[in-house]
């Protein structure tokens, strides 16, 4: 098996190493090197606007329109605050998104980027190209239920034990581990350290440091560090783990990683312990590589589905994210719900 | 010089297998082992090449200084000596400490006397005040030799270190990046070659880390200056120089070997201790607690 590994690599490598007459920047081996440090935010979102059909590509003024729209929302989330104003209401003042009902993240925290991505020179409308309406395709049955019931748990706090008053059992906050892995800090958020890798709302650093034998992701959010075995078999069945585990090889200039053996909750929403991830590094350009990736869960998904996005390098460094370290909101979403369930409680006892 | 020379020839001679390709390098005979006379695996500009999964076999990760083995790490008042701590007891033989000589220069750490007593406080109390307990980032030099294996990652132009305990990660900036902008668990390690060692110097701690699990403490003025030199193909000389002005008399020094895992499935392996300890800083939230301790 190992010979014939080593027999076909050399009947790959060695006419790529002769036709290298690009500025690709490449390893002394002579494959495309990638190492590096990437900022891969980007406010093409991975599903396509329903609106755009099937258009794979946005025109200037619609690029530029959608970096305008962030470049103006930034503007006025950072602009000072009216000392005038009034303290907020009891509960929150009903404003949603990263921020929250109390305010708990401004401007300052969000980095999705500036501007959508690139591929040869066209502006994508979607980081998903297949289906060719670039968006997931349908859920199968069991996905269907599985979604059902996540959005059933999973709702916005309106101050009050809503499944005290509808009988949901177990409650979304009974115990540490019906709560989501980001909050947990088991993983980062959004599939942000995947696979597939996809961007998210901030901490969207990438670091790359590959050898012969290895290529080591790290992945910024939660200090993971994606690695990825060259040539190798993947681990036994029974050994999962929460990143996957990651086997590469060479097709020509391109890196291909295949993952499989998650655990019963991959980094990417919905998926399972089936999800089976391929993704393909190369080169756009000397500062810019090319992620492509293929999801394929037949528990969860109907069909498999694709999508590629720009990687472009950054001379920003990476800082430890620790986030268990100080996860002080952790317990206090577990006691806060714990006094929300007394209130109900009595509340129902006076009734 | 003559042995610079050879070394040389040796380097002028593998490149030039290198340029006749494989096949020649195959059959080239296999350089010489150990010794005065190893010659480590080089990358092109010469540096020798740490890449490889390696872990430090020892009873440091228990007590970096001298010690003879002991009951527990957490100990009370017997009516006849020391005695396991109840939050141990439990444990048994599974909970005690093994000895060992020590990885200290001199056998002890030189804490000033107000930074020994910390350490006693921190000892009687291990179970609340050591970080690993919590799955808290390991800091350096611990996180080196905890029992846990830890893999580098060395091309040209960067050196990576991933830690299988709680997935820790340092980056070696093999550049000068100025002095920490913030202070972090695993500090901030720059790197250099001096000859065939690579020399990191890591600061910018945030003082909360230990150096193993019997209440060595230090604070955010640490430095820590290590040594890694291959001394054979499977082990690494490890040395580090500690300093901290806010609790050590004058600087030491430990080492120890560190070895390369041989197993041909070695890895590393998901060690997401976060998880593992929910139960002990969470539990007590869930809507129906479990029993908190062996009297409920």
């Keep these: 098996m190992r010979i014939r590994v080593l027999i076909a690599c050399g009947v790959l490598w060695v006419p790529v190493w002769a036709t290298a007459a690009d500025d690709m920047p490449r390893t002394p081996s002579g494959r495309p090197d990638f190492s590096g440090t990437y900022d891969i935010a980007t406010l093409t979102p991975l599903q396509r606007p329903e609106r755009y059909g099937d258009k794979l590509t946005l025109t200037e003024d619609e690029a530029a329109a959608l970096a305008n729209r962030e470049a103006t929302y930034i503007a006025g989330r950072n602009a000072p605050t009216d000392p005038e104003r009034a303290a907020p209401p009891q509960g929150g003042d009903g404003s949603t998104g990263a921020a929250g009902n109390v305010g708990g993240y401004n401007a300052f925290w969000i980095d999705r980027g500036s501007g959508g991505f690139q591929i040869d020179g066209k502006w994508r409308t979607s980081i998903i190209t297949d289906p060719a309406n670039g968006r997931r395709p349908p859920l199968t049955k069991a996905g269907t239920a599985a979604a059902a019931r996540r959005a059933k748990m999973y709702r916005p706090n309106k101050g009050e034990a809503w499944w005290i008053k509808e009988g949901v059992e177990p409650g979304p906050y009974d115990d540490p581990e019906l709560r989501p892995l980001a909050e947990r800090c088991l993983l980062g958020f959004g599939s942000t350290g995947g696979p597939p890798m996809l961007p998210v709302l901030y901490n969207n650093l990438k670091r790359i440091v590959q050898t012969d034998d290895h290529l080591m992701i790290l992945v910024e959010m939660v200090h993971d560090a994606r690695i990825v075995r060259m040539n190798a078999e993947h681990a036994p069945d029974d050994v999962r783990s929460w990143l996957g585990d990651s086997v590469g090889h060479w097709e020509g200039d391109t890196l291909v990683i295949d993952t499989t053996n998650f655990t019963d909750r991959p980094a990417l929403s919905g998926a399972t312990r089936n999800l089976h991830v391929v993704e393909r590094f190369s080169r756009l350009d000397e500062d810019t590589l090319l992620y492509q990736f293929t999801v394929e869960d037949p528990t969860v998904w109907t069909a498999p589905w694709s999508g590629e996005y720009a990687w472009p390098a950054t001379s920003s460094r990476v800082y430890e994210y620790a986030c268990h370290e100080a996860n002080y909101s952790f317990g206090g979403i577990l006691r806060g719900a714990r006094i929300l369930e007394q209130e109900a409680l009595a509340q129902t006892d006076d009734d | ?296």
Aim: aromatic share 10%; net charge negative.
């Design chain 2, 1 to 296: 010089m003559g042995s610079g020379d050879l070394l040389s020839y040796i380097w002028n001679v593998k490149h030039w297998l290198a340029a006749a390709g494989a096949a020649l390098l195959l059959a080239a005979p296999p350089l010489t082992a150990q010794g005065p006379g190893f010659e480590p695996s080089r990358f092109a500009d010469g540096k020798p090449d740490l890449n490889g999964i390696w872990q430090a076999i020892g009873s440091a990760h228990y007590d970096v200084e001298r010690h003879v083995a002991r009951s527990a790490l957490m100990l009370r008042d017997g009516p006849h000596g020391p005695l396991p701590a109840v939050e141990v007891l439990a444990l048994g033989a599974v909970g005690a400490v093994p000895g060992g000589m020590g990885v200290i220069e001199g056998g002890k750490i030189p804490y000033t006397p107000e930074a020994a007593k910390l350490r006693e406080e921190n000892r009687a109390r291990w179970i609340e005040r050591d970080p690993e307990v919590k799955c808290y980032l390991p800091g350096v030099p611990r996180a080196v030799y905890m029992p846990f294996p830890f893999q580098i990652f060395q091309n040209e132009s960067s050196v990576f270190i991933t830690y299988e305990f709680a997935g820790a990660v340092r980056e070696i900036y093999m550049e000068d990046v100025g002095p920490p902008e913030t202070d972090a668990w695993m500090g901030q390690s720059v790197g250099s070659w001096d000859a065939d060692t690579l020399v990191v110097e890591v600061t910018g701690f945030n003082g909360q880390t230990w150096f193993d699990r019997s209440g060595t403490h230090h604070t955010n003025q640490l430095k820590v200056i290590e040594r890694y030199s291959l001394a054979s193909p499977n082990h690494i000389q490890y040395e580090a120089t500690i300093e901290d002005p806010g609790v050590f008399t004058r600087p030491w020094k430990i080492s120890m070997p560190l070895y390369r895992r041989m197993e041909p499935d070695a890895r590393i392996m998901d060690f997401k201790c976060v998880e593992f300890v929910e139960e002990l800083i969470y539990g007590g939230f869930r809507r129906n607690p479990l029993p908190r301790g062996a009297s409920e």
